[in-house]
């Protein structure tokens, strides 16, 4: 993909960056480069194609000829160390890009799907992984299907997810869309420490899912509620016979289609 690596760097927060044709993973990298002490951050990595583009848990990444895959390595010495910023952050994330996407595809619903999927109407453009490794870095990664298209993806996306330029018809510009990332993302890094309210209240106010029966596996159990939009902290607030939960960590099994509002 063609980026301008200079405006990057001029017009944004990023210090440092380097662009790679092929890699394994972009968190990978970006997870050595965390390893040395006197690497530039925030540093961003970016690939055009990634042969092992890494999810949450056991997620596969699917880095389809044209999509967006970066990693950010950031300073953790930024944010007070409890709360732990990673749900916070990955929400962060989440919500600067489907803000940039919102204005890009005003035909779809733009939204977030808990813990921190960014999806259009019932399909996934976008994922985030957060890693945190020793040394109070840490590792921000966004895969976005931006120029890709399902034409060329594995069948079992098919049904699942959704590429910008299939949503539009048009390309995009990469190196104009990861810098209004990026800025709306500084934007909400300093808010972090600030106020970390206003981030989890812009999730809430995107989460796609409320009013869905979602069933969550979390802590080694399946929990099954109505989602109630998401808690200060970046949880999953769930109704459930037990009354309202709110789950810290998890993976959304399935939701039903049906809606309570
Ligand atoms: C998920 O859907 O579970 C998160 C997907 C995150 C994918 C991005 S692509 C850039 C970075 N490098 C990786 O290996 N994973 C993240």
Redesign the pocket.
């Known amino acids: 993909m063609c980026w301008d690596i200079d405006r990057l760097l001029r017009e944004t927060f990023v210090r440092a960056t380097e662009h790679h044709g092929v890699l394994g993973?972009?968190?990978?990298r970006a997870k050595e480069l965390a390893a040395q002490p006197d690497c530039p951050l925030p540093y961003l990595v970016v690939a055009d194609q990634?042969t092992?583009?890494?999810?949450?848990?056991r997620?596969r990444?699917w880095?389809g000829r044209g999509s967006v895959?970066?990693?950010l390595v950031l300073d953790g010495r930024t944010w007070p160390e409890q709360p732990q910023p990673g749900p916070l952050l990955a929400l962060a994330a989440a919500v600067a890009a489907a803000r940039v996407v919102a204005p890009l595809a005003p035909q779809g619903r733009v939204g977030i799907h808990w813990p921190n999927?960014v999806y259009v109407g019932q399909k996934k453009l976008a994922?985030?992984?957060v890693e945190a490794p020793p040394g109070k870095r840490f590792v921000v990664?966004?895969?976005l299907n931006l120029n890709n298209t399902l034409a060329e993806a594995p069948a079992e996306l098919q049904s699942t997810a959704v590429t910008l330029r299939d949503l539009t018809g048009n390309e995009h510009d990469p190196t104009d869309f990861v810098i209004n990332l990026l800025k709306r993302l500084a934007a909400m890094l300093r808010q972090l420490t600030t106020q970390p309210g206003v981030i989890s209240k812009a999730a809430d106010e995107l989460c796609l899912q409320r009013g869905l029966t979602l069933m969550v596996e979390t802590g080694g159990r399946t929990v099954q509620g109505i989602c109630r939009g998401i808690a200060a902290d970046g949880g999953l607030l769930l109704a459930t016979t037990q009354g309202l939960l709110r789950i810290a960590s998890g993976v959304v099994l399935r939701h039903s289609p049906s809606r309570d509002a």
């Open positions: 993973s972009t968190n990978d990634q092992a583009g890494r999810g949450r848990g997620n990444w880095t895959a970066m990693s999927d994922g985030v992984l990664g966004i895969g």
